[in-house]
């Protein structure tokens, strides 16, 4: 029987461990060749290939291409990535609405997996600070590719984004764990970014500015 969750990825020690990995992985050139589901598709799907409709993508596919982008610490991608998800505008991209990865489970403490949740959390936070920053200036996530009347955007009810619960209650790791840059600079606590520290990650702050 097929999982109907998205795989979770690799965690940040396997990450870090190779990082051409992922790179070659999601190339810059043709994004919409991978920005798709990972969830194996029914056996007519995979027979037919050329008959088969395409593999459509979703919010968790995106969130963990998003995280692996942010763990290699890959800002291009990890900036057209978090600008891609903020575009799909659907009811369940929705940032309150992005389903827990470890949903039954809780990974233990102390874990590789822990500490990727810890991460998956504190990237709800960025997200949720990189949209409504685009709200609050009166650009929602339904805005079209080409603006003709400002105004009328501005004008429209304003519905900040929020982190979905699983984040809000994501428990802090039992000891700080540092994630490096791609030089392998790790920042001091002062200079750490606070979305992640508060989960026990420290770790620079990403590009998460766009548009």
Known sequence: MF??????????????????????KYPLRRPMSWRHSLIPRPL???????????P??????????????FVIDWTVQFRNE???????SQTD????????PY??????T??????????MAGLCYIMEKAYNRLIMKGLPRDAPAVVDDFEELRSRPKRPEKVPTWAEVAVPLDEVMDIPDSEGNVPTDENADEDFLRFGVR???PHWVFV
């Open 110 to 119: 102390g874990s590789d997996e822990a500490l990727q949740y810890a991460i």
């Open 56 to 69: 459509s993508d979703t919010p968790s596919a995106s969130f963990y291409r998003l995280y692996q982008f």
């Open 44 to 54: 007519i799907h995979r027979l037919l290939p050329l008959i088969s409709p395409s």
């Open 93 to 100: 991209w929705a940032l309150s609405a992005l389903p827990d």
């Open 3 to 24: 999982s109907l969750h998205e795989p979770i990825p690799p965690t940040p020690s396997r990450l870090l461990a190779d990082r051409t990995a992922v790179i070659q």
């Open 103 to 108: 949903p039954n489970n809780k990974p233990k």
């Open 203 to 205: 770790v620079a702050t």
């Open 82 to 88: 978090l600008e891609y998800f903020w575009t799909q």
